[in-house]
């Protein structure tokens, strides 16, 4: 069935150094995807989103690029801080006319952990 | 505090127990969901409510009973639970059916 897949489980990084979490997803029609952080104890926090009409979206220190051809989704943070120490979810949902989206289907998840 | 409150923050309840969680949101969103999150799974979506409406109940077990009286305030039952329902549940509105989800804490159920 459709899914949303993540290649590692887990990254740890040095802070300050740029860190890059990868997403695969498998539904072709899928045309709006969200990166979202969840800290412990915490729900998922939107971080950044682009649609399929783009291939790479800035945010503050934050960038997501999509390959549309292999269906790849990626989320670079520069200059990764201890705050950044989360789980990172990928998502994907497709537009269904005006505002209107279907529903949200969430990657398994990358715990990222940054060491001092 | 991100608009959506979910209490309580941690159950712990018996398999023969009756509670209930409660989700508020003070967005002015008309769309509710549920989620569970267990360990080493991805969001799994248990129900949608529009406009108070269910719209979708993901083929959830009948021990999970949402309510949604108002566009406000979404409720889960739960009732003859197993350890395996033990996970996060997390509570999340947008208005419309926007991608602009707004997650709750979530509540971290133990079923003992």
């Known amino acids: 069935g459709e899914s949303v897949g993540l290649h590692l489980p887990t990254l740890s990084v040095q802070e300050g150094d740029n860190s890059i979490i990868n997403c695969a997803y498998s539904?072709?029609?899928?045309?709006?995807f969200i990166w979202y952080k969840q800290e412990s104890g915490k729900g998922p926090q939107f971080i950044i989103d682009?649609?399929?009409?783009?291939d790479k979206r800035q945010g503050q220190r934050v960038t997501v690029l999509l390959n549309k051809t292999v269906k790849h989704l990626s989320l670079q943070i520069a200059a990764t801080q201890p705050g950044d120490s989360a789980v990172y979810f990928c998502?994907?949902?497709?537009?269904?006319?005006?505002?209107?989206?279907?529903?949200?289907?969430f990657g398994q998840g990358t715990i990222l952990t940054v060491h001092p | 505090e991100t608009g959506v409150t979910q209490t309580p923050r941690h159950l712990v309840m018996g398999m023969t127990n009756k509670k209930s969680l409660k989700c508020e949101q003070h967005?002015?969103?008309?769309?509710m969901y549920w989620y569970k999150q267990s360990a080493k799974k991805p969001l799994e979506l248990m129900f949608v409510?529009?406009?108070?409406?269910?719209?979708e109940n993901n083929s959830v077990p009948s021990r999970f009973s949402p309510e949604c009286p108002n566009s406000s305030h979404l409720f889960l039952h739960l009732h003859t639970l197993q350890p395996e329902d033990s996970a996060l549940y997390l509570c999340?509105?947008?208005?419309?059916?926007?991608?602009?989800?707004?997650f709750g804490s979530g509540t971290r159920l133990t079923v003992v």
């Open positions: 682009i649609r399929s009409n783009m």
């Open positions: 998502a994907e949902t497709k537009n269904a006319g005006g505002t209107s989206y279907g529903k949200l289907t």
């Open positions: 539904n072709s029609a899928s045309d709006y």
């Open positions: 999340a509105s947008s208005q419309d059916f926007s991608y602009g989800y707004t």
């Open positions: 409510y529009n406009f108070k409406e269910q719209t």
């Open positions: 967005l002015g969103h008309n769309a």
